[in-house]
């Protein structure tokens, strides 16, 4: 009898921390899914970066940053110019300290925007501002030329895309990433398109419903071009019966 007793007992608390087990794992997967229809967009954008001696091309609207080492506790700071004014707009001038130790460098971040077409130079100097420029100063320099808006055109499979040099191809695919699955593609040239974004839009706030897998491509060089896009599980790979579709473009 007492056996039986006990018995029951340990069954009790059995079932009294399973049941907290199963209430906590449904707060948690509530949580998760309201994080997930919360974040209906996912983004992945290649950042502008600019270079020294080339022109920098970017068009109305982009914003990029410029990273310099800095060490404010010497004394120096990173100041800017323009060359010409209304083409360019600094949007902040932040410095990022590099650790907690007293007197270590960080970086000067500015971020900048492309507000009108031109032609603008846009130049770093750093010193002390108490003993001003000097001949010695350094300099950074970077040439950046900002366009009007680009075009955009999508993509259709079974013809020939005629885009031009600059302008932004989109391809959008149906989707489901819940299901493991995801769009992954190939270029028979890596220098004519440029990915510029790769984003899921989910089409509800319902979970495991599918939405659009939506890639942008900003057109680099000219000539003839092909976009290969698979639809596969990464960790299965490409198999003989993975959905393919396949865009041709040409670039004038």
């Known amino acids: 009898m007492k056996n039986k007793k006990t018995s029951n007992n340990l069954f009790k608390k059995f079932v009294a921390y399973f ?21 209906n967009v996912v983004s992945k954008t290649t950042p502008i970066l600019l270079k020294q001696g080339v022109v920098n091309k970017v068009t109305v609207g982009d914003e990029f940053s410029v990273t310099l080492s800095s060490n404010p506790s010497t004394g120096y700071k990173w100041t ?50 108490f003993e001003g420029i000097k001949s010695n100063t350094r300099t950074i320099v970077y040439n950046i030329e900002v366009s009007s808006k680009k075009s955009t ?48 839009i989910a089409s509800s706030n319902m979970p495991g419903a599918s939405g659009t897998q939506v890639f942008n491509f900003e057109a680099t060089a000219r000539g003839r071009v092909r976009l290969t896009f698979r639809y596969y599980r990464s960790f299965e790979g490409i198999k003989s019966d993975t959905k393919m579709v396949v865009y041709d473009i040409i670039v004038n």
């Open 19 to 39: 049941t907290i087990f199963i209430t906590m794992a449904v707060v948690v997967l509530v949580s998760n899914l309201k994080i997930g229809c919360a974040a």
């Open 80 to 129: 800017s110019s323009f060359s010409k004014s209304g083409i360019l707009q600094l949007v902040s001038d932040d410095y990022v300290a590099g650790g907690n130790v007293p007197g270590s460098p960080g970086n000067q971040v500015f971020k900048l925007k492309a507000i009108k077409e031109g032609k603008c130079n846009v130049t770093f100097r750093y010193y002390r501002p």
């Open 153 to 200: 055109i999508t993509l259709q499979e079974g013809k020939i895309n005629r885009i031009k040099l600059s302008d932004i191809a989109i391809v959008k695919l149906s989707s489901n990433p819940t299901t493991g699955y995801s769009w992954y593609y190939t270029s028979s040239r890596t220098n004519a398109l440029k990915l510029v974004s790769d984003e899921y």
